[in-house]
Nanobody, 124 residues
Framework: QVQLVESGGGLVQAGGSLRLSCAAS???????????MGWFRQAPGKEREFVAR????????YYGDSVKGRFTISRDNAKNTVFLQMNSLKPEDTAVYYC??????????????WGQGTQVTVSS
């Protein structure tokens, strides 16, 4: 199976930046088409929310409305790693962030693999 491990979470002041990383191991994605990797987040008492995704082969990116213009998703295919650069952070960005991998094209994307999550806390 594919295993995803997130890193880079922590505590940051509002207006600051963090970069999350997600390293994939096991099955590689370079030999497959229509694979995507994305980031989701979940705050206490709230539903899991889509943050961003990127197509593995073409590198096309998509963002949730709440983070558009502030977050940037990217990938390093050779290292099987996806990143989430988070700028201009707000307290409402506080959540556990999850890396996910799946296949398909919007809206028919299925995420089959998930990381363990990393905590991001933004203070006022």
């Amino acid at each position: 199976q594919v295993q995803l491990v997130e890193s880079g979470g922590g505590l940051v002041q509002a207006g600051g930046s963090l970069r999350l990383s997600c390293a994939a191991s096991g099955r590689t994605f370079s030999s497959y088409s229509s694979y995507v990797m994305g980031w989701f987040r979940q705050a206490p008492g709230k539903e899991r929310e889509f943050v961003a995704r990127i197509s593995w082969s073409g590198g096309r990116t998509y963002y949730g409305d709440s983070v558009k213009g502030r977050f940037t998703i990217s990938r390093d295919n050779a290292k099987n790693t996806v990143f989430l650069q988070m700028n201009s952070l707000k307290p409402e960005d506080t959540a556990v962030y999850y890396c996910a991998a799946g296949s398909g094209s919007y809206p028919l994307i299925r995420y089959d693999y998930w990381g363990q999550g990393t905590q991001v806390t933004v203070s006022s």
